[in-house]
């Protein structure tokens, strides 16, 4: 069974830096799209940053210049690292990906900036 799960993450200043990480686990065959959203708190669930297989990143607005996604297709590993942080960043962030052509998520990590 194909799993997301998420590490890093926590309580961190603003102007602070984080690293979120998502490792994919069990039989993988084709690893397509990966991605990261945040969920802030009383809103809905957003793009932050996703990347293909083949490198090319796309960013939301409201991150892009601070936050870098990258990803590892050998071990089926993306991450985001998150600098410049802003209390409005404060949100669960959530793993995404298309792997054997099924989208996965995984159970979200909680990201707090305080002010």
């Known amino acids: 069974q194909v799993q997301l799960v998420e590490s890093g993450g926590g309580l961190v200043q603003a102007g602070g830096s984080l690293r979120v990480s998502c490792a994919a686990s069990g039989r993988i065959f084709s690893n397509n799209l990966m991605a990261w959203y945040r969920q802030p708190p009383g809103k809905q669930r957003e793009m932050v940053a996703t990347?293909?297989?083949?490198?090319?990143?796309n960013y939301a607005d409201s991150v892009k210049g601070r936050f870098t996604i990258s990803r590892d297709n050998a071990k089926n590993t993306v991450s985001l690292q998150m600098n410049s942080l802003k209390p409005e960043d404060t949100a669960v962030y959530y793993c995404?990906?298309?792997?054997?052509?099924?989208?996965?998520w995984g159970r979200g990590t909680q990201v707090t900036v305080s002010s």
């Open positions: 990347v293909t297989s083949g490198g090319s990143t």
């Open positions: 995404y990906a298309i792997l054997n052509l099924h989208a996965y």
